[in-house]
């Protein structure tokens, strides 16, 4: 059985940081890219980072470059996502997601795993 449990998550004032971090079990997480969406009340979910299975590329959504920067520790089985100068409208709750193709996290809904999410608050 997948598990992706996310955590770290949490309540930030506009301009500070956060790392969650997702911890996966029952697939061969070595193998499979991973990244993170998010979703805010009233919207769809969306794209944010994504990182492929050796961790040579990265992909980011406009909207969080130069600001997230996503790893991953393949020996502890667990993805990052380092969020600094957050501001109100990253407020969300961030899922973790894990695929056998980035490109399938980039599009968002044909993932193939989600995690149960983590919510994060960032108040202005």
């Known amino acids: 059985q997948v598990q992706l449990v996310e955590s770290g998550g949490g309540l930030v004032q506009a301009g500070g940081s956060l790392r969650p971090s997702c911890e996966a079990s029952g697939l061969p997480f070595r193998s499979y890219a991973v990244g993170w969406a998010r979703q805010a009340p009233g919207k769809e979910r969306e794209f944010v980072a994504a990182i492929t299975w050796n961790g040579l590329n990265t992909y980011y959504a406009d909207s969080v470059k130069g600001r997230f920067t996503i790893s991953r520790d393949n020996a502890k089985n667990t993805l990052y996502l380092q969020m600094n100068r957050l501001r109100p409208e990253d407020t969300a709750l961030y899922y973790c997601?894990?695929?056998?193709?980035?490109?399938?996290?980039?599009?968002?809904?044909?993932?193939?795993?989600w995690g149960q999410g983590t919510q994060v608050t960032v108040s202005s």
């Open positions: 997601a894990a695929d056998l193709s980035a490109s399938d996290i980039v599009v968002v809904t044909t993932c193939e795993y």
